[in-house]
């Protein structure tokens, strides 16, 4: 899809379609907004039959000289999520998608979530004998300790929000079995690739920045769910646990790159999901790769 340098950067996707009607994901959604830029809306970002947004759930792959890394795990196969009909017992042929693109789960050697939501943890483990275990057994998964240590703590509470099981069937099995690696929301993994905190979204939400030479990238993850968080950055989605420090977040980000080089890859943006942010009017717009 692109490069950074010599990091290729690949994307696999899990599930991609209309995902929710606008006003359910976006509560603070304005009808003119919509109609004032459905030129560029629809019909990629909106579908024009339903009205709902179109989301992409999928995995970011980067390959380096000497790793081959995994970013946001989707929803996964086989998981229990009552009252999410979409996540629920999915069987989805994400596994040879995966192999479609080169990679087997054994060569995969870190596995990074942004954060530990539903749609970015759910293939770090599969069934096996009623078992969830790690599905890349050779990997690291590199998970932010803020955002684990709330997770973990919803855990020993019993209040694990909306969506149980979350935690108990695709993080905590990568835990036990000594395959996690926690780290601190500015962590360097070397001097092309490093996260940088954004929180709201979730508490420990981390974007992962990449950079060689003149090449730069970020992997923006939920701090932008859809491409009319551009319009109206504060727009924050149901999903966000903290909607104003997540609008704090975002247009920080949303100023920070407009009219840059910088390539931002956010982790829900239909296909092919990645481009610049650029600056329209006394707002921002999105101008995906390859079609600008
Ligand atoms: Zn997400």
Redesign the pocket.
């Known amino acids: 899809m692109f490069n950074i340098g010599n990091i290729k950067v690949s994307r696999v996707v899990e599930s991609e379609g209309p995902f929710a009607p606008i006003d359910v994901f976006f509560p603070d959604v304005e009808r003119e907004v919509i109609e004032a830029n459905r030129d560029w809306l629809m019909p990629r970002f909106i579908d024009p039959a339903t009205e709902m947004i179109i989301l992409n759930i999928q995995s970011y792959v980067l390959r380096t000289a000497h790793h081959t890394i995994l970013v946001d795990t989707c929803v996964g196969n086989h998981k229990e999520r009552p009252g999410r009909a979409s996540f629920h017992q999915l069987n989805l042929p994400y596994l040879a998608d995966l192999a479609a693109a080169g990679v087997q789960p054994e060569d995969v050697d870190f596995v990074m979530c942004t954060h530990l939501?539903i749609?970015?943890v759910g293939w770090n483990t599969k069934l096996v004998d009623g078992r969830w275990v790690p599905t890349f057994p050779n990997a690291k998964y590199i998970f932010g300790r803020t955002e684990y240590e709330f997770w973990e703590q919803r855990h020993i509470d019993g209040t694990q929000g909306p969506v149980p099981n979350v935690y108990d069937d695709s993080v905590l099995p990568v835990m036990e079995a000594g395959q996690a690696v926690l780290v601190d929301m500015d962590h360097q993994i070397d001097d092309n690739m490093w996260f940088e905190p954004a929180p709201g979204h979730t508490a420990g939400n981390m974007i992962l920045h990449l950079q060689a030479g003149d090449d730069r990238a970020v992997l923006s993850g939920?701090v932008m769910h859809h491409p009319l968080q551009l319009i109206r950055p504060e727009w924050s989605s149901r999903a966000c646990e903290d909607p104003v420090q997540s609008t704090v977040t975002r247009r920080a980000l949303i100023e920070r790159y407009a009219d840059t080089d910088t390539l931002i890859a956010p982790?829900?943006f239909a296909s092919p999901t990645a481009g610049h942010i650029i600056r329209r009017g006394d707002a921002f717009a999105f101008r995906l790769l390859g079609e600008e």
């Open positions: 939501h749609d970015h939920d982790a829900h």
